[in-house]
């Protein structure tokens, strides 16, 4: 699968989280130890909103992220008050720039860990329920992009849950009638660049892992060395596929079947229930 994470909150060297904590995103792209596999070396990508109103900029690659010099530079260099980070273990799909996280369509951007099981059988009729408009901007060919363009068709800018629990009703429907029985796997992550929104469902109930920061004061215990004397703001959170440092309380693990959303001093959590077509 993959490892991923998302930050919001006053703005920061993306280096801070993707290479400063000792279970950084990049030491997970080597050695994760809540994923399904050990080593996310597919490829890697970040996304990062600015000032203005300009679409986040997306820098993405297939090398290992662990290696990547470019990598290492812009997140040296950038500041962003939201961003997110994926390192890749493809599913089955190529290792191609294009299937590379995050996903980007207009303000959006999309990140997921997980799969859609047997999606070789199920693609062309959920390629088909995709918006035709929307259709020619699908550039790669996996799973994780098509749920995006599905969540994009069935509302995404004006109800972002609604739109995930629509887009993961079809994927069942669909895996039911050719008899897959644990057709989603999935924890996702997605923004419009003011708000931030976090899912975590399995058909099985068996999600893969999801974490978020508790507080501000959570970050400064979690690497003090960076944090400590940084002016970060009351709502800063991080949102990890696993934990970046071995301190359990100033993590909270999503539930099951829960999805979150951050927008400046609010951090919520709802139950989240597919929403299956008529």
Not at 172 to 199: C, I, N
């Amino acid at each position: 699968m993959c490892r991923w994470l998302a930050y919001s909150g006053a703005p920061i060297h993306l280096e801070k989280l993707i290479y400063g904590p000792e279970h950084s995103l990049i030491d997970q792209s080597l050695r994760a130890t809540l994923g399904a596999e050990t080593v996310n070396g597919d490829g890697f990508g970040v996304g990062y909103y600015g000032d203005g109103e300009l679409a986040p900029a997306v820098f993405k690659d297939t090398k290992p992220a662990w290696g990547d010099r470019n990598l290492r530079e812009l997140a040296r260099h950038v500041r962003s008050p939201l961003f997110m980070a994926h390192v890749r273990a493809s599913s089955g799909t190529p290792v191609q720039q294009t299937n590379c996280h995050p996903f980007r369509y207009g303000r959006w951007l999309w990140v997921h860990n997980g799969a859609i099981a047997d999606f070789s059988r199920l693609k062309r009729d959920l390629v088909m329920a995709v918006h035709p408009e929307l259709y020619p901007s699908i550039e790669g060919s996996t799973d994780s992009e098509v749920m995006f363009f599905l969540a994009l068709t069935f509302g995404l800018s004006e109800d972002p849950p609604t739109a995930v629990e629509r887009m993961v009703g079809l994927v069942e429907k669909t895996g039911r009638a050719y008899g897959v029985e644990h057709p989603v796997q999935m924890t996702v992550a997605t923004s419009d660049g003011e708000r931030l929104w976090a899912f975590r469902y399995s058909t099985e109930r068996r999600s893969r892992s999801l974490f978020h920061s508790t507080t501000t004061q959570c970050l400064r215990e979690l690497h003090p060395e960076m944090f400590e004397t940084m002016e970060l703001a009351e709502d800063a959170r991080v949102v990890v596929s696993e934990p970046l440092r071995d301190m359990p309380d100033i993590w909270i693990e999503v539930p099951e079947s829960t999805y979150t959303v951050i927008e400046h001093e609010v951090f919520e959590m709802h139950p989240f229930y597919p929403k299956f077509p008529k």
